[in-house]
């Protein structure tokens, strides 16, 4: 289940991202690749500290003695090889610089107009990182259906097989049946969590996550707290509608929080409220069906999530905690989307109006502003769509999207032309960046669907 991280990417395994070796070039591709690093300089030696990638498109390479100080460079820091980028400063690799890297028997590799560096960068980091990327992977496709078997009342042991048949193992808890030996951990009030099977290992973390969701299956039995918790949800979920009004809720219920100056809402999917009582018992925690709600006194910090979606509101008096509902409920529908906490301070974005519009009202933009684009962009393998979005992600600055793409600032300028040429729209005009923007996100949301 988890990946193997003991040993760093090869240059061979970079060819899995598009890269290719120059014909006729005989290359040890065998080499373990540390980082990836991207630069233009002639001389990049003072920023190497050995084993990495150096990736260029060659602005700075204009002369044979210009290949032969920059490979030079690079075996004097011991770099793993290099990764040339065609298309933009140079059709090939220049001839001087493969045979200079062949004397010194410094690897090459290419990178077309369709493989972007932060491709290479991000597969190497991501490589890097894989125990880490394994278990949110586990977690995304955990979390849903445990919460599904909260749901529907499952005993620990039916959760167990459900998170089982997920990761491929069988889990065993109790006090007496867990080897010492394996990784494990202790529910309390239950006994040892662990596991046995012929894969690897569950990370920790996910023993924990799993341990969480038995301990709720636990608190699930006390039928009075569960009653409880669902009379809240339907007492929050007439203040929603307005079917009852705020002030109401200090009478009905006896929770000591309404005596606070303010309030927070924070919305959770279903099935989450034993979880949510458990880790924070002073809450008021509401079950209604399609979601669970949570008061709080004091704004939740990014530590409460426990693994799932949640949607929070600002803090608001008691008098207003109708909105306050409907604001973390919009907040949840982002999260679930995407995969995280949503606050308050994320709901007046652009990007969050946006998510929260049928996709059908977005499609104009994609159709007319990026498809274009990118039709262009696969025929004649150039980039601007990427261009398009390190603009935007500069803010509109030239200067600073050229540093970002490591390409001369006329160049960028030109793309930004050709762009205008092909739909008819300016990106260094406001209006247009804006639709652009639009159409990007749009183009992000169908990808996903």
Same mark, same amino acid.
């Given at each position: 289940?988890?990946?193997?991280?003991?040993?760093?990417?090869?240059l061979r395994d970079l060819l899995q991202v598009g890269l290719t070796v120059p014909d006729g070039a005989a290359a040890n591709?065998?080499?373990?690749?540390?980082?990836?690093?991207?630069?233009?300089?002639?001389?990049?030696?003072?920023?190497?500290?050995?084993?990495?990638?150096?990736?260029?498109?060659?602005?700075?390479?204009?002369?044979?003695?210009? =290949?032969?100080?920059?490979?030079?460079?690079?075996?004097?820091?011991?770099? @793993?090889?290099? =990764?040339?980028?065609?298309?933009?400063?140079?059709?090939?690799?220049?001839?001087?610089?493969?045979?200079? =890297?062949?004397?010194?028997?410094?690897?090459?590799? $290419?990178?077309?107009?369709?493989?972007?560096?932060?491709?290479?960068?991000?597969?190497?980091?991501?490589?890097?990182?894989?125990?880490? $990327?394994?278990?949110?992977?586990?977690?995304?496709? %955990?979390?849903?259906?445990?919460?599904?078997?909260?749901?529907?009342?499952?005993?620990?042991?039916?959760?167990?097989?459900?998170?089982?048949?997920?990761?491929?193992?069988?889990?065993?808890?109790?006090?007496?049946?867990?080897?010492?030996?394996?990784?494990?951990?202790?529910?309390?009030?239950?006994?040892?969590?662990?596991?046995?099977?012929?894969?690897?290992?569950?990370?920790?973390?996910?023993?924990?996550?799993?341990?969480?969701?038995?301990?709720?299956?636990?608190?699930?039995?006390?039928?009075?707290?569960?009653?409880?918790?669902?009379?809240?949800?339907?007492?929050?979920?007439?203040?929603?509608?307005?079917?009852?009004?705020?002030?109401?809720?200090?009478? %009905?219920?006896?929770?000591?929080?309404?005596?606070?100056?303010?309030?927070?809402?924070? @919305?959770?999917?279903?099935?989450?409220?034993?979880?949510?009582?458990?880790?924070?018992?002073?809450?008021?925690?509401?079950?209604?069906?399609?979601? =669970?709600?949570?008061?709080?006194?004091?704004?939740?910090?990014?530590?409460?999530?426990?693994?799932?979606?949640?949607?929070?509101?600002?803090?608001?008096?008691?008098?207003?905690?109708?909105?306050?509902?409907?604001?973390?409920?919009?907040? %949840?529908?982002?999260?679930?989307?995407?995969?995280?906490?949503?606050?308050?301070?994320?709901?007046?974005?652009?990007?969050?109006?946006?998510?929260?519009?049928?996709?059908?009202?977005?499609?104009?933009?994609?159709?007319?502003?990026?498809?274009?684009?990118?039709?262009?962009?696969?025929?004649?393998?150039?980039?601007?769509?990427?261009?398009?979005?390190?603009?935007?992600?500069?803010?509109?600055?030239?200067?600073?999207?050229?540093?970002?793409?490591?390409?001369?600032?006329?160049?960028?300028?030109?793309?930004?032309?050709?762009?205008?040429?092909?739909?008819?729209?300016?990106?260094?005009?406001?209006?247009?960046?804006?639709?652009?923007?639009?159409?990007?996100?749009?183009?992000?949301?169908?990808?996903?669907?």
């Amino acid at each position: 289940m988890t990946a193997d991280v003991s040993a760093a990417p090869t240059l061979r395994d970079l060819l899995q991202v598009g890269l290719t070796v120059p014909d006729g070039a005989a290359a040890n591709l065998d080499r373990s690749v540390s980082w990836a690093h991207i630069t233009e300089m002639r001389d990049p030696s003072r920023y190497l500290r050995g084993g990495e990638v150096v990736c260029t498109v060659g602005i700075s390479l204009q002369t044979p003695q210009d =290949c032969r100080t920059f490979a030079d460079a690079l075996a004097a820091a011991g770099a @793993a090889g290099v =990764c040339f980028g065609i298309g933009d400063g140079h059709d090939a690799v220049p001839p001087a610089l493969l045979e200079r =890297c062949g004397r010194l028997d410094l690897p090459v590799l $290419i990178a077309s107009p369709s493989v972007p560096f932060a491709r290479v960068s991000r597969f190497v980091a991501e490589y890097e990182l894989g125990a880490e $990327i394994a278990v949110a992977r586990a977690t995304n496709a %955990l979390v849903p259906e445990l919460l599904s078997a909260l749901r529907r009342h499952a005993s620990a042991r039916e959760l167990l097989d459900t998170a089982g048949r997920l990761l491929n193992c069988y889990f065993l808890l109790g006090t007496t049946d867990v080897d010492e030996s394996a990784v494990s951990v202790d529910v309390p009030g239950v006994g040892t969590l662990g596991w046995v099977g012929s894969g690897d290992q569950p990370e920790p973390p996910l023993l924990d996550l799993i341990a969480r969701f038995v301990r709720a299956t636990q608190a699930q039995q006390d039928v009075e707290a569960a009653l409880a918790r669902e009379r809240v949800g339907q007492l929050l979920s007439l203040v929603e509608r307005r079917m009852l009004l705020p002030d109401a809720l200090s009478q %009905l219920l006896d929770w000591p929080g309404f005596a606070a100056g303010t309030l927070t809402c924070s @919305a959770w999917p279903a099935g989450a409220g034993a979880l949510l009582s458990m880790a924070i018992p002073a809450a008021l925690v509401g079950d209604a069906p399609d979601l =669970c709600l949570m008061l709080t006194t004091d704004p939740l910090d990014a530590s409460d999530e426990l693994s799932l979606p949640s949607g929070h509101s600002a803090s608001v008096p008691l008098t207003e905690i109708g909105s306050a509902i409907g604001q973390a409920r919009i907040a %949840l529908d982002l999260a679930r989307r995407r995969g995280r906490r949503v606050g308050p301070e994320h709901l007046s974005t652009l990007d969050s109006l946006l998510e929260q519009l049928p996709l059908a009202q977005l499609a104009p933009f994609r159709q007319q502003l990026i498809d274009p684009l990118t039709e262009v962009d696969r025929r004649r393998g150039t980039q601007h769509v990427l261009t398009l979005r390190a603009f935007l992600a500069a803010n509109g600055s030239l200067s600073e999207t050229s540093r970002n793409l490591y390409l001369h600032t006329n160049t960028v300028r030109h793309r930004l032309g050709r762009i205008t040429e092909i739909t008819g729209r300016d990106p260094l005009n406001h209006a247009d960046l804006t639709a652009f923007s639009i159409g990007l996100q749009a183009t992000d949301r169908a990808s996903d669907a």
